[in-house]
């Protein structure tokens, strides 16, 4: 091997290496990157990052997301190096924009399994893509022709979602699929082609199909055969096809026949079927066919439709033993409110049905016979029944639903019973017929999980009455439902005082949520006897606390051994008879969108207590209070063992952090969203236990240095979206002492100079996690600057050894020659004063001045349109000074010596000139005003002409108190400013004090150090 040969093999080997290290540098890298040395793999996350260039990768990344960004185009270039892709996730590349896509962008990676390409408006499904891809994602685009072609290179693919590419919000002209088109997927398990207008079923559909979701399409036919074949198939959806108009939230077609067709052996073939969704297709008769050869189905969807009769007649529930969920919700017959509905007997059959949905079907009230067929269901957990309008419930029929894990009857009008031997309802003969119809949320068909809080089902049986109109509550109301732990009586209008009888009929109940109702907390026994309770939702119920006047008692919390969260946010709470609250049990209080900074005001100690027997209250939300701040004497009284305080979305300016050593158990302190100034400047020391601060949106300018200095639990400090500019070097620890793991600091308008040297090397060597620090932190100064991320500032500006020579040279000239200049100004200030007046007086030549003899020894010059003030100056003022004292003092008054129809501009003039000295009575108004503006000026003009100081200022206001010629006016001759006293006692000394600056020139009241270096005499 020749020496040019191992030359050339070294410099390549060098240029890898610099290569790799500058990819391997995660810090400059937009995205966040996951290294599982473990598994293997690499996955980075450039999702939502606003990326307007394709950036550049490491080549073992496996997984990289892309998805919500602004890049227009890609091309093969940029994923040349990344052939051990394993899932790329391109997705609203482009937001919501078209993508041009080169020629073999997808040809390199030979490993990649998993390919997302929503909405980057492809026409056509990507020919080089690679053959052993497992997994196709191409929602919403412009994809509307499919032939055997399109994926007869992709045999191994087992998931493909092309749904949302021709539909209502993504119009296209025509959507075909050829037959064939997917038969050559033998591997293929899930295929959706829902929202793209097919107006049939495709066929020739591989029979490895496992999921078919169709939804949203419009077919209106389901054949005898579209399904043949298909005998793995155990999820099928064609929900949506013929929908129900009426009440549609979005452009909606109906079906020719209004109902969909399907054959009666459409679904014969599906022997392995367990989820089949029918919902909103407008069905009217349920074929018993259907469900003949699908006993094994688990999930029945049929919402939506118009099978109110079918719901009390037929028998096609007979055949499915196997049925976990049922959902016929929304199947209300048009314009009828009937009594009462009678659910069929075939639902005895359902003996595995644990959720039943009978939203929707709209009727007046629920009767004996009206769930009948519903009690021998030993398993069934949901009953849901809301949406109803359902007027009147006997309350005895839930009795024998003891099993039911959540009863669901929100959404409804059920009204108090007035009688002890009635139920939940009331019995009224003038119902309201009237009624809205129920609208879908979007165009989904699907019943939302989640119909309670986990928080609420996790204590056991669950009661749901919310959104009613039960304005009053007895205890025989829930006498047949028993041990319910859950109970939720929110938005009922409830606005009676609870005294302690209203639930002794649920002694075990553990979750009460009374949350948006009207509650009157009058008596210190309310809620007394609910012993175990540990949730109690008093929110949204600010009615009485708003009312002046009345009882607003909390006593109540001392009789609740067991209660643990109280929930008393957005009350507008300002007062209270109760002025402290008092639990053992409590952990958690949320206290938010109340008026605690009313409560808490600096010279009203009434309410400082309110928190002071909470003595084991561990979570303490207070935001949203209006609390501009917190006096020093409240801290005292907060419960010791907080271990979570919020207090964001107040007014905050600033926190006392010594006094936060008063809570050792401190863990989180979230104070975002307010006008905060200041950190404290030893956080190890003020709040040891502190493991999260939250400071995002504030307005901290600067950070103290070492603040981090032993705060050994801090992991996580949030200073996003402050006022910071800088960061100096010792602000944060070094490497080895800093314990901090995530720091947030995007949306700061930071400095990007040479101050931020020592910041960017700390940043590039920390292994503490900056979110988003390429594309969040970024300069804001210089304006060339903005906008580039602060770890990409080019440092080696600051160590450029020429420009830091010319700049230290420039540096030192000016101060010598500023010290120079100083001392010699020092030494030699009357030598060159006089030298300058001595040679402008040989150009300049002598001027006798032409001033007449002062008339007047002081000129009044005052805001002539105020009343009072005329009325002070002529009758106070003038008095004073001409007809009082041991000298007269001749004045010159605007409204007594002006010549009528003179000039003012040669009056204000004259006055100036002719008097000895010129009186400015101050006031708001008038030193505003032009006139006030044009004396001052003429005054000065004096002062530079003739050397004399005229100006005396009387202040009748503070004004001009940030003035920079006011405060180097009292500073230089502080007696020729007057203020009109607050005392009648000084004011004797005032008027003296007036008279003396009149006679006595200017120049003799200046201060000593005017005197010794200013004055010329």
Known sequence: MTELDLWLIMTLKITLTLCKTEMANPKNQPCDIYDNVTAMTVKVDCHGRRLQVFPKFLPNTTDLDLSENRIKNITAENFQNLANLTHLNLNWLNDKYKVLVGAGVFSNMTKLRKLELNGIGLKDVPKDIPKNLQELKLVENKITRLNSASFGHLRNLSLIYLSRNCYYWNPCSRYHIEDGSFSALSKLKNLTLSFNNLTQVPKGLPVSLMKLELASNRISYVGEHDFQGLDNLISLNIQGNCPRCHTAPYPCIPCKNVSIEIHPRAFAGLGKLRILDLAGNSIEKIDPTWFANISKLEQL?????????????????????????????????????????????????????????????????????????????????????????????????????????????????????????????????????????????????????????????????????????????????????????????????FATAPNGSEFTSLPDLKYLDLSSNRIDLAYDYAFRELQSLEVLDLSDNSHYFTVEGVTLNLNFLKYLPSLKVLNMSNNRIYTLTTKTMSSKSLQELQFQKNKLGRMWRLKDQTYDRLFEDLTNVTHLDISLNN?????????????????????????????????????????????????????????????????????????????????????????????????????????????????????????????????????VLWIRKTKVKIPKLVTAVTCAMP??????????????????????????????????????????????????????????????????????????????????????????????????????GERFLPICLEERDWIPGSPVLDSLTQSIQHSRKTVFVLTERYVNSGSFKMAIFLAHQRLLEDNEDVIVLLLLEPVLQHSHFMRLRRRLCGRSVLEWPHSPSAEAWFWQSLRNAIRVDNQAMYSDLYSRYLTTK
């Open 783 to 884: 304006e060339e600057r903005q906008g580039i991320a602060v770890i990409q500032f080019d440092i080696t500006e600051c160590n450029d050894d020429q420009l830091a020579f010319l700049a230290y040279f420039f540096s030192t000239f000016c101060i010598i020659c500023t010290t120079f200049v100083a001392v010699a100004m020092h030494l030699f200030y009357w030598d060159v004063s006089y030298l300058f007046y001595y040679v402008k007086a040989i150009f300049t030549g002598y001027q006798k001045l032409s001033s007449d003899s002062c008339i007047y020894d002081a000129f009044i010059t005052y805001d002539t349109k105020d009343t009072q003030v005329s009325e002070w100056v002529i009758n106070h003022l003038r008095v004073q000074l001409e007809e009082q």
């Open 301 to 493: 969807y049929l919402s939506f439709n118009f099978l109110f009769e079918a719901v009390q007649n037929n028998v096609f529930l007979n055949n499915l033993p196997l049925l976990r969920k049922l959902d016929l919700s929304f199947n209300y017959a048009l314009k009828i409110y009937p009594t009462t509905v009678k659910i069929s007997p075939s639902f005895a059959n359902l003996t595995s049905l644990r959720t039943l949905h009978l939203r929707g079907l709209v009727f007046q009230e629920i009767q004996e016979e009206t769930f009948s067929s519903l009690y021998g269901l030993r398993n069934l957990s949901v009953l849901d029944v809301g949406v109803n309008f359902i007027v009147r419930a006997k309350a005895e029929i839930f009795e024998k639903f003891q099993h039911v894990k959540l009863i669901y009857l929100s959404e409804n009008r059920l009204y108090p019973e007035l009688r002890k031997d009635a139920g939940v309802g009331l019995k009224s003969s003038s119902v309201m017929t009237s009624m809205s119809d129920p609208v879908p949320k979007g165009n989904s068909f699907d019943i939302p999980e989640d119909l309670v809080k986990p928080e609420c089902s996790a204590t056991g049986r669950v009661l749901d009455l919310s959104r009613n109109n039960l304005f009053l509550i007895t205890p025989e109301q829930f006498q047949p439902f028993g041990n319910i732990s859950c109970l939720n009586l929110s938005g009922n209008g």
């Open 627 to 759: 609390i501009k701040t917190i006096p020093f004497r409240i801290y005292t009284y907060l419960p010791k063992c907080i271990q979570k305080l919020v207090l964001s979305e107040n007014r905050l300016t600033s926190i006392s952090w010594e006094l936060l050593r008063q809570f050792p158990h401190l863990r989180e302190l979230i104070l975002s969203k307010n006008n905060i100034l200041r950190i404290s400047s030893n956080l190890s020391s003020d709040v040891p236990s502190l493991q999260f601060l939250n400071l995002w949106h504030n307005r901290i300018s600067e950070l103290s240095s070492g603040f981090l200095q032993g705060a050994i639990n801090l992991e996580r400090l949030d200073l996003g979206h402050n006022k910071l500019i800088n960061i100096n070097q010792s602000t944060f620890p070094s490497e080895n002492e800093i314990h901090l793991k995530t720091l947030w600091l995007n949306g700061n308008p930071f400095h990007c100079t040479c101050n931020m040297f020592d910041f």
